[in-house]
């Protein structure tokens, strides 16, 4: 079993700039998929960007394309969303998923470990 506990959410203006940070136990993530969601309240969770599990391929979401970045850190069971030039409605609950070794990383399909979510509020 894999446990995900986010951080790094919080309140920022228009055009600044957060960092959000996963943390993974129970077992070693480095050979899974993971990868970011997001909902708005009153929204159907949405995929964000996901990694593959050396970090060498990643897909974004075409809203955050450009401005978001996924990266992540094997050796420390982390994976982390640098998110830059953030606009209000990137405000949402986001929340950090893995997929199972050896599965596909793309759109975060079949992401089975979820974690409790932080939130991120981008004020005008």
């Known amino acids: 079993q894999v446990q995900l506990v986010e951080s790094g959410g919080g309140l920022v203006q228009a055009g600044g700039s957060l960092r959000l940070s996963c943390a993974a136990s129970?077992?070693?993530?480095?050979?899974?998929?993971m990868g970011w969601f997001r909902q708005a309240p009153g929204e159907e969770r949405k995929f964000v960007a996901a990694?593959?599990?050396?970090?060498?391929?990643?897909d974004y979401a075409d809203s955050v394309k450009g401005r978001f970045t996924i990266s992540r850190a094997n050796a420390k069971n982390a994976v982390y969303l640098q998110m830059n030039s953030l606009k209000p409605e990137d405000s949402a609950f986001y929340y950090c998923?893995?997929?199972?070794?050896?599965?596909?990383?793309?759109?975060?399909?079949?992401?089975?470990?979820w974690g409790q979510g932080t939130q991120v509020t981008v004020s005008k």
């Open positions: 990694i593959n599990w050396s970090g060498a391929s990643t």
């Open positions: 998923a893995a997929g199972y070794s050896g599965t596909d990383y793309v759109r975060g399909r079949g992401f089975v470990y």
């Open positions: 129970g077992r070693t993530t480095s050979n899974y998929p």
